[in-house]
């Protein structure tokens, strides 16, 4: 009797909790995060700049160029001007679903940075990840 209660409360206080979370809040990511993110994202961007193979076109130019975007957005990484390819990455053909979509992945992709060490290849893991979740997204 005692374990049916206690399961009971902890369903409500676990499906009340599920009602409380705003849809926006998927999209919060912290300062440490947003940090980790725009270093790394500006890093390998710069790589793959500087590298005499061109991957513009490459599903990982692609994640690296939604993350770059997101960070203008969020006012992470300032630019006078904001590159063309922001508005016709993946995910940007107009749809506002796409849009959110590409949105979450972003976020997704920022928060990863808090599991990898940005000092060696750990993190292509979250550009993996990332990469995913555009292919399939909410």
Known sequence: MKNKILTTALLISVLGGCHIIDSKSIYNVDFEHL???????QQELLKLELDSSSEADSE??????????????????????????CG???GATGS??????????AAA???CFNSCSLRNNECTSCEKQA???LHYPL
């Open 35 to 41: 940090v980790r993110s725009a270093f790394y994202t």
């Open 88 to 90: 016709t990455s993946v």
């Open 131 to 133: 990469i995913e979740c």
């Open 96 to 105: 506002q679903h796409e849009k959110t979509d590409q949105n979450y992945c």
């Open 109 to 111: 992709f920022h928060r």
């Open 60 to 85: 990982r130019y692609q994640i690296l160029m939604v993350s770059y975007c997101d960070l203008i957005d969020r006012g992470y990484i300032v630019t006078s001007e904001k590159p063309q390819s």
